[in-house]
Structures are given as C-alpha cells and as structure tokens.
C-alpha cells in the first residue's frame, strides 16, 4: 500500500490519522482480494474546503464529510480482471501501484459526527476512509440494493480490523 496524506485542515488530529488511513485502506483492499499493490491519496481539509470541493465537483453547495474521485472506473465494483497490468493510466509508472484515487475528509466534520452518533473518532474516521475505499473501487449507495451491500461491507472490514462503534 503506498498512501500519501496532507494535512490541510488547520486542525491537529488527535488520533494517528495516517497509519489508520493505511490500515483501514488496507483491510478493504484485502476484503476486496485486489491482486496489485494500491496507491491512495488522503487528505484532510476544513469545512469551507471541502464545501467548496462539494460545490465545484458535485454541484451541491454544503458541508459533508468526505469526498472521492476515483482515478478509474471499474465496470463490476471491485473486480480488478480487466485492469490492462502496466497500463500508466492505471498504475505509477514510478512505483507500479494501482491509482486508486483521492480521499478527502473534512476533519473537524468526523469528529462532529464521531460525537453525534456516539462512537469514537478513530471509528469515525475509519468509516469514511472504508466507504470512500469502496467508492474508488466502483462501488456507490445510489440504488437501495447497492447501499445495503456498502454498507454490510464497510462493516465488515471495521469488525475484521476490530474497530466497533
């Protein structure tokens, strides 16, 4: 896994945000049985950032929690057998690492939800960077059959990691 995560939210984090980024990265990758070593980026935002972000690339002016933009698409979610091996659009031509993409979260937005559903931030956070790992592997919540699977996913990969609400 090569990860590279920024700071950009004015906000010390109080919990070792990029080693769980990796971990958790990680754990979907293995859930998903992805054969190629992955590179993600993650960074990490204020609120008017990623509203702006929401704003420009999504058309929705308002505050969420986080944002992905895969770097490919995948016609069957998570199924990496059509991924052309060495083909620069989909790996480092550097490190030979599939391009998943970038995450973007609004930092001082987790820990606002961490406290309103009730769970630690290190829960939090680990939910968001696992849904939005799914959503660089091609999987999205638009139709209710495609939520209800994200979401057993997502909690599946946080019980194998031991990170319960």
Known sequence: MVLFAENESGITPEIPWEQLAETVAEGVLQEENCPFEAEVNVLLVS??????????????????DVLSF???EYPV?????DVPDGDPDYFDPENGALLLGDIVICYERAM???????????REFSFLIAHSMLHLLGFDHMESDDA?????KQ???????????
């Open 47 to 64: 609120k008017e950032e990623i509203q702006r972000m929401n704003r420009e690339f999504r058309g929705i002016d308002r505050v969420t």
């Open 70 to 72: 895969p770097s490919n």
């Open 77 to 81: 979610p998570g199924d990496f057998s």
């Open 112 to 122: 606002e939800q961490a406290e309103e559903y009730g769970h630690s931030l290190k």
């Open 148 to 152: 209800a699977l994200m979401e057993r």
């Open 155 to 165: 909690e599946q990969i946080l019980e194998s990691l031991d990170i319960r609400r």
